[in-house]
């Protein structure tokens, strides 16, 4: 596996702590999956992608410590310059969706801002990866680039994973606080709508099975998490699963009917692109694991972006939305970037 054509082509994704599934391009995009080979699931948010299978002309399963001693550092850390999302338009989406919830067409939505910014320099891919791919259990590390444009990130949030072909899991992941003592009511009721959303969008498949809420750390940041399974008899498609569960009501919106057309209104002001969209990896034997692609920068060129969304429901308040976003994409920059070559505007 060549170090520099991962870079300028290539795919990854933390499927374990200390695990991770490494694609080398050029990839073949097509409809479906080949028979019995591995590719990468990659689509849009509202997966318009008609091609979202990408098969890579090489993949390998490493560690943390192996990953990490491929990647050499390139380069340095270019800065950049931020442009932050303007407030006076989230506030716009956010009365709108208040209306929708006092009218009880929606129980939830979830808009989505974007922060923007310009790069004195390349995208430094290596330096991200190493920073990354250290082994965590607090997030799934992945991504998708070539020479010119990408996505990498480190998702909380896994979308389903079906490891045996017995048992499909998934998790809804709903709820932010700075700390585990300050979730209110506020955030358990739009943790349950995920849920019930969740259960009901997999009832097909069989019925859930449900863990208990947790209060898992993302950073400085706290969100509420239930596990949920489902004892299934053989290995599912990937496609057909993600095309049933996506988007959740962690992510999208409530009821999914109304909600699908709001999120579809959304769109007009503020493409979501890649942002919140599926992401995973399908293996020949027919495991399978995606991901909710969110924490992430997208790139093209110099110019790159990050996004974040918030749960609104009934007795939402505004500023503290608001905040939450902030902290989000704050958290992002933390994470991905040496904090020190960024600079806000």
Request: some cysteine; overall charge negative; aromatic content about 10%.
């Amino acid at each position: 596996m060549s170090h520099l054509t991962f870079l300028h082509s290539g795919a990854l994704l933390g499927v374990h702590p200390d695990r991770f599934v490494v694609g080398i391009g050029p990839f073949e995009a097509l409809p479906d999956r080949r028979a019995d080979e591995a590719a990468f699931y990659c689509s849009d948010f509202f997966l318009h992608d008609p091609k979202p299978w990408k098969h890579p002309r090489e993949w390998v399963e490493v560690n943390a410590l192996e990953l990490r001693h491929f990647l050499r550092e390139v380069g340095t850390m270019p800065s950049v310059q931020w442009q932050a999302p303007r407030k006076d338009l989230f506030e716009q989406q956010f009365l709108a969706l208040q209306k929708l919830l006092e009218q009880g067409l929606l129980t939830k939505g979830v808009p989505v801002v974007f922060e923007r910014g310009q790069m004195c320099g390349a995208f430094p891919l290596g330096r991200i990866l190493k920073r990354i791919c250290v082994g965590s259990s607090e997030f799934y590390p992945y991504g998708i680039w070539d020479e010119h444009q990408g996505m990498l990130g480190a998702t909380p949030e896994m979308l389903i994973s079906q490891q045996d072909s017995h048992q499909l899991k998934t998790m809804a992941l709903a709820g932010t606080a700075s700390s585990p003592d300050f979730f209110t009511d506020k955030e358990k009721c739009e943790h349950q709508i995920v849920i019930d959303d969740i259960v009901e969008s997999l009832a097909c498949f069989g019925a859930c099975q449900r863990g208990e809420a947790e209060c898992i750390p993302f950073g400085k940041i706290h969100h509420l998490k239930t596990d949920l399974s489902i004892h299934v008899k053989n290995f599912l498609d990937l496609k057909e699963v993600v095309e049933k569960l996506h988007p959740t009501a962690a992510l999208g919106a409530s009821p999914r009917k109304p909600g699908w057309d709001w999120l579809c209104e959304q769109e007009a002001l503020e493409q979501r692109g890649r942002f919140g969209a599926p992401f995973g990896f399908a293996w020949p034997d027919g495991r399978s694991m995606a991901v909710v692609a969110i924490r992430s920068m997208e790139w093209q060129g110099c110019d790159v972006r990050i996004g974040s969304g918030c749960g609104v429901v009934e007795g939402s308040q505004f500023d503290a939305e608001w905040e939450e976003l902030r902290l989000k994409r704050q958290m992002v920059k933390e994470l991905l970037w040496e904090t020190s070559t960024v600079h806000a505007k």
